[in-house]
């Protein structure tokens, strides 16, 4: 069974910090882009960052440049989102998602959307002003 599988949502308070973890099941993320991508309620899905599987680049969205970092643990089959200096507009059902196709030749979150193939349920993250 492929799964993703999303946790360390919670409530922060503006100026904090996240570590949000997706581990894999049924398959290794070794040949995946791995993204997060984020929505709230009367909100757009938004596409917040991705890495790639070949090289390991990254693509962020403009509004968590220099505050969000996405990292891979091959070994652990999981994905890592550290989340700095949180702001209340950053709230929302963070779901991570993979995307075999997606290289580092490709446009975020345009192509990743395209070549997106399995997603979690999310993990929520709440900040307060």
């Known amino acids: 069974q492929v799964q993703l599988q999303e946790s360390g949502g919670g409530l922060v308070q503006a100026g904090g910090s996240l570590r949000l973890s997706c581990a894999a099941s049924?398959?290794?993320?070794?040949?995946?882009?791995i993204g997060w991508l984020r929505q709230a309620p009367g909100k757009e899905r938004e596409g917040v960052l991705c890495?790639?599987?070949?090289?390991?680049?990254?693509y962020y969205a403009d509004s968590v440049k220099g505050r969000f970092t996405i990292s891979r643990d091959n070994a652990e089959n999981t994905v890592y989102l550290q989340m700095n200096s949180l702001k209340p507009e950053d709230t929302g059902n963070y779901l991570c998602a993979g995307a075999k196709e997606y290289n580092s030749g490709s446009s975020f979150p345009e192509d990743f959307y395209r070549y997106l193939e399995v997603w979690g349920e999310g993990t929520l993250v709440t900040v307060s002003s």
């Open positions: 049924g398959f290794t993320l070794d040949y995946y882009a």
């Open positions: 890495i790639t599987s070949s090289d390991g680049s990254t």
